[in-house]
C-alpha cells in the first residue's frame, strides 16, 4: 500500500482531481483513435502529448493528412475518452480530427480534460465558431490559404476571438499561399497578438523554400516542421 500510494503521487503532482466525477447523460463522441506520441506542431513541439482524435470533418483541404479519420472511429462516452486519455499519463492533452468542434460532446470532454489539471490544446480548422470554447483551452487554429481550396470556409469573427495564448497556423502549399497569408498576417497585425506559424504542405513545398521566405518576411513569423513527420513519417496515429 505504502508503495503504491509513493508511486502515484510521484507521477501526480502537475495534476489535479483525477477522479472523474459521474457523466451527465448527452451526447457520444465517435473517436477514429487515443494515442501518446511527441507533439509535432505549435509552441509546445517536443513535448510528449496525449493525442484525441474525433471522427468526421465537412471540409476536404487539398493536403489534408488525416482523411482516414473523415470515416469509421468508435462510439465512447465523454467519461470513457477521459480515462483512456488521464491512463495516458501527460500533462499535455491535443484535441484533433477530423474536425473536433462538429461534435457536441468535444465542449464537456474539454471541460472534463482541464478539471484534471491536464492542459488542454485544441487543433481546429477554423470553420467553426470559437466562442463555445473554454477559454482555458488553447485554440490552434488553421487558416485555409487558397491552395487548400477551403479557403472560402474561413471565419473572419473566429480571428477576434483569439486570445494571446491561441495560435494561428497556416499550411501552405506554394508562393501564391505564402503572399496570401502574409497579406492576412500584416493586414490584421495578427503576429503582434498571437503566436502565427507557417508549415509546408507534405510533400507539396519543399521547407527549405518556406524557410528562406519567412527569414525575408519581416515578420515575427514561425516556420513550423511537423516534427512527427520527420520522425516517423506520414503515417496514422504518430
Ligand atoms: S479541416 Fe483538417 S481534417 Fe478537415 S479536411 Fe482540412 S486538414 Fe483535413
Redesign the pocket.
Known amino acids: 500500500m505504502g508503495v503504491n500510494r509513493v508511486f502515484f503521487y510521484a507521477r501526480s503532482p502537475p495534476y489535479r482531481n483525477t477522479r472523474l466525477t459521474p457523466e451527465p447523460p448527452g451526447p457520444k463522441l465517435r473517436i477514429t483513435e487515443i494515442f501518446r506520441s511527441i507533439q509535432g506542431e505549435s509552441t509546445r513541439a517536443g513535448l510528449p502529448c496525449a493525442f484525441i482524435r474525433l471522427t468526421g470533418?465537412s471540409?476536404?483541404?487539398a493536403w489534408?493528412?488525416?482523411?482516414y479519420?473523415f470515416h469509421g472511429g468508435q462510439d465512447m462516452t465523454t467519461s470513457e475518452a477521459v480515462e483512456r486519455v488521464l491512463a495516458l499519463g501527460t500533462e499535455l492533452v491535443e484535441v484533433t480530427?477530423?474536425?473536433p468542434l462538429e461534435q457536441e460532446a468535444v465542449y464537456p470532454l474539454m471541460e472534463r480534460l482541464l478539471s484534471a489539471g491536464r492542459t488542454v490544446l485544441l487543433e481546429t480548422?477554423g470553420?467553426v465558431a470559437l466562442d463555445r470554447v473554454d477559454p482555458r483551452v488553447v485554440k490552434i487554429v488553421?487558416v485555409k490559404a487558397p491552395g487548400?481550396g477551403?479557403q472560402h470556409a474561413n471565419l473572419p469573427e473566429n480571428l477576434d476571438l483569439l486570445q494571446p495564448h491561441d495560435e494561428l497556423k497556416f499550411v501552405l502549399a506554394d508562393r501564391r499561399d505564402f503572399d496570401w497569408s502574409l497579406d492576412l498576417v500584416r493586414g490584421r497585425r495578427l503576429d503582434e497578438r498571437n503566436t502565427v506559424t507557417f508549415s509546408p504542405a507534405w510533400g507539396m513545398l519543399r521547407a527549405e523554400d518556406l524557410a528562406a521566405w519567412v527569414r525575408d518576411s519581416g515578420r515575427p513569423i514561425r516556420l513550423g516542421l511537423q516534427l512527427h513527420k520527420i520522425l516517423w513519417g506520414d503515417v496514422p496515429g504518430r
Not at 64 to 67: E, H, L, V
Open positions: 470533418c471540409l476536404r483541404c489534408c493528412d488525416s482523411a479519420a480530427g477530423g474536425e480548422g470553420h488553421d487548400s477551403m
